[in-house]
């Protein structure tokens, strides 16, 4: 039999809401010589592009282009990458093109290398609680069958111990181990771990890395010259060969969430991935999802629960300050008591976390004689003061301006700065502390290039006494030495406009305290807040989240919120805020057509996003809510399909199945 002499290739053009594949001939002397996933060059409109061969076909009955030339420069596409990336497609409603980049490596000019194991520290001897969750876990390593685990331990319960004892097994199977993290500065901190134990066998994948070191990294995962690999997200579609063992740890930050096509959560991928290698998924967190906790309770995923801090210290004793009746005792923000604690705490040789969350100076700027305040022209937010850049800047959009010497509405020279960011908080600290040593971790820092590890680096040796940063500041890191953690605004995200905002600020709270008291010396928390009583302040003092659990879940289900249904945020957004207005409309039209297909489907809005307009963009959205996650992705594609046909081209749209910020 011939071989076909179509060959249909993906490129990166074409309709995004539809397909981005296109038919080619197959010239003579590639006839028979390609295979699913190769790259070829082709030409496209007036010039050559680059895609891959997705499939083939007997006959095209319109006229069609020859492919030029296999692409050397570029490694193919195995078949199990292009059913996976198919699979994203299908449920998250992605652009193909979009899905298949997450997966397309760099052709690298790699020597094999001969691996050198350096010299390793052993791992430190388990408790009890940890050798009976490691010993289940281990159990399932051995069976090759996909399992999930959940392992809720408290604060300094030693999660890493139980990873780290986990991938000692996986290895001596022979198999690799992924260890996922939520940002890249965790990634350093939890790979020096890593690589104590087991040297040169262990990989770092992040996007802080050069293009020539990424390469490099891959390079190592490509030629089995690694049997660990440590990143945020983009880890998860590394080359593994033979995965036995996927650690997601810090399970519940929502930085897991891809904002970007394809909108992945990358537990969803985890889980999928863990499912197609036959892997163990191990899900770890002090302050796990609601969604997570919620499936062990129900018996749908293993708990495994750690009680006891390791070497049976004690939990931080915290205290709540209600800031109403702190008024002109002392420099704002500070409280007497986080003030006289700092100062303390210092002199006794210790160290301190003060956690904000909000960078910059000050977020709002204004007129104190006619109100003026100073917003983005393009976003629907205040501009944030960058004193040390002496810039107005714009954290939605980048938008910067020079502030300027007097108010533009009635030249008023006296503008005054509202609110605290991580700079304002340092300046004020450095004035009535002079004995402090401070440095700074947030997103300024962390985007230069070897920023985070510089400051944790430094913290982690002593050379300063006070480490001020926003939520980055929270996750897993270990400084035996930190005795105070300062919480300067613990109702922050408290009221913001998402069903999430009571979980966010319990996990925040929870974990940034358990940075404190992980060493010989006795932790403390001040938490500083205006609503003392709320609910999830009184849950994060007592770092109890069984009883946050019960209220949170309850409320939930009354609400019908995940993990009762899933959901998915239609977001529409266009420069014409009267055009966006009425495209929403139409679709909430179109939407309700589904609805007789689908009797369980709660449709929300339109209304405009809290946010109601980034980058010169308006935006309204539709929040649909399904009980199961199967009729949001095909709603999801129906949608897709109509607005490529009857959408105004002027609104874009974005379908973001299993959201996580609704702003």
Same mark, same amino acid.
């Given at each position: ?62 006229? @069609? ?21 198919? %699979? ?8 193909? %093109? ?5 997966? !397309? ?19 430190? #001897? ?7 969750? &490691?010993?289940?876990?281990? +159990? ?18 030693? =999660? ?8 000692? $097994?996986?290895? =001596? ?30 990989? !770092?994948?992040? @996007? ?18 690694? @049997? ?50 036959? $892997?163990?998924?191990?899900?770890? @967190? ?61 002199? =006794? ?19 104190? *004689? ?77 985007? =230069?290039?070897?920023? &985070? ?14 480490? !001020? ?13 930190? #005795?105070?953690?300062? !919480? ?9 406009? *998402? ?13 940034? #305290? ?9 932790? +403390? ?15 994060? $003092?007592?770092? *109890? ?20 249904? &899933? ?11 009267? $055009? ?39 935006? %309204? ?12 992705? +095909? ?29």
């Amino acid at each position: 039999m011939s071989p076909p002499p179509f060959a249909d290739v993906l490129l990166p053009f074409g309709d995004t809401y539809l397909d981005q594949t296109f038919t080619y001939l197959i010239p003579p002397p590639l006839l028979g010589k390609l295979s699913l996933g190769d790259p070829v060059l082709v030409p496209f409109r007036k010039a050559t592009a680059s895609g891959y061969v997705v499939g083939f076909l007997e006959h095209f009955d319109r006229p @069609s282009r020859a492919i030029l030339a296999i692409n050397t420069k570029t490694s193919p596409i195995s078949s199990e990458v292009l059913a996976f990336s198919t %699979w994203l497609v299908s449920r998250y409603v992605s652009p193909p %093109w979009d899905a298949l980049r997450s997966f !397309i490596f760099p052709a690298n000019g790699h020597e094999r290398k001969q691996n050198l194991i350096l010299p390793q520290k052993q791992a430190n #001897s388990l408790t009890k609680e940890q050798e009976e969750a &490691s010993t289940e876990i281990k +159990r399932a390593l051995l069976v090759e069958k996909s399992q999930t685990f959940l392992l809720h331990g408290i604060t300094s319960s030693g =999660k890493t111990e139980v990873y780290l004892d986990c991938t000692k $097994a996986a290895v =001596k199977q022979g198999k690799e181990v992924l260890i996922l993290v939520p940002e890249i500065p965790l990634s350093f901190h939890l790979a020096k771990r890593f690589q104590e134990v087991f040297g040169d066998q262990v990989a !770092i994948l992040h @996007s802080a890395l050069t293009d020539k070191e990424r390469r490099e990294q891959q390079a190592r995962i490509q030629h089995e010259e690694v @049997s660990i690999v440590i990143g945020p997200r983009m880890s998860l579609f590394a080359p593994f060969h033979n995965l036995g063992l996927i650690i997601m740890d810090e399970e519940h930050d929502p930085s897991y969430k891809q904002e970007s096509h394809p909108r992945y959560h990358s537990f969803v991928v985890a889980e999928k991935l863990a499912e197609r290698q036959k $892997a163990v998924l191990l899900l770890g @967190s002090a302050t796990p999802s609601l969604e997570s906790y919620y499936r062990g309770r129900e018996g749908n995923i293993k708990l495994l629960e750690l009680k006891t801090r390791f070497e049976s210290r004690s939990l931080p004793h915290v205290t709540i300050v209600d800031m109403k009746e702190e008024k002109g005792k002392t420099p704002r923000p500070f409280s007497f008591t986080l003030l006289e604690a700092i100062q303390e705490t210092i002199k =006794k040789g210790q160290q301190v976390i003060l956690f904000i969350n909000r960078r910059g100076f000050s977020p709002l700027v204004l007129c104190s *004689d006619c109100g003026y305040t100073f917003h983005c022209p393009d976003c629907s937010i205040s501009l944030t003061l960058h004193l040390s850049k002496n810039i107005l800047w714009c954290h939605y959009c980048d938008f910067r301006k020079t502030p300027p010497e007097v108010c533009p509405d009635c030249q008023s020279q006296h503008l005054t700065y509202r609110g605290f960011g991580t700079q304002r908080l340092e300046e004020t600290l450095t004035k009535n502390v002079p004995e402090a040593r401070v440095l700074r971790l947030d997103r300024d820092v962390a985007s =230069k290039r070897g920023g &985070s590890k510089a400051v944790l680096e430094a913290f982690s040796k002593g050379e300063a006494n006070i480490l !001020i940063g926003t939520q980055m500041v929270t996750k897993g890191f270990h400084f035996p030495n930190v #005795s105070l953690v300062g !919480i300067i605004h613990a109702d922050h995200l408290l009221h913001f406009p *998402d069903f999430r905002s009571g979980e966010r600020t319990f996990q925040l709270l929870t974990q940034v #305290s358990g940075r404190a008291g992980r060493g010989e010396v006795e932790g +403390r928390v001040i938490l500083q807040t205006y609503d003392p009583e709320h609910p999830a302040i009184q849950a994060a $003092a007592s770092q *109890d989240y069984k009883a946050f659990y019960e209220v949170e879940i309850e409320a939930r289900r009354k609400a019908l919120y995940p993990p009762f249904v &899933s959901l998915t945020n239609l977001v529409l957004t266009g420069q014409e805020e009267e $055009a966006v207005e009425k495209q929403a409309g139409a679709l909430r039209e179109f939407i309700e057509k589904c609805r007789s297909t689908s009797e369980d489907l709660v449709v929300l809005g339109p209304s405009p996003c809290p946010i109601e307009k980034i980058s010169k963009n308006f935006r %309204w959205h539709l929040l649909l809510k399904a009980k199961t996650v199967e009729e949001l992705m +095909r709603l999801g594609k129906e949608t897709q399909t109509w607005y490529a046909k009857e959408g105004n081209r002027k609104v874009r749209l974005t379908i973001d199945i299993d959201p996580v910020r609704l702003l």
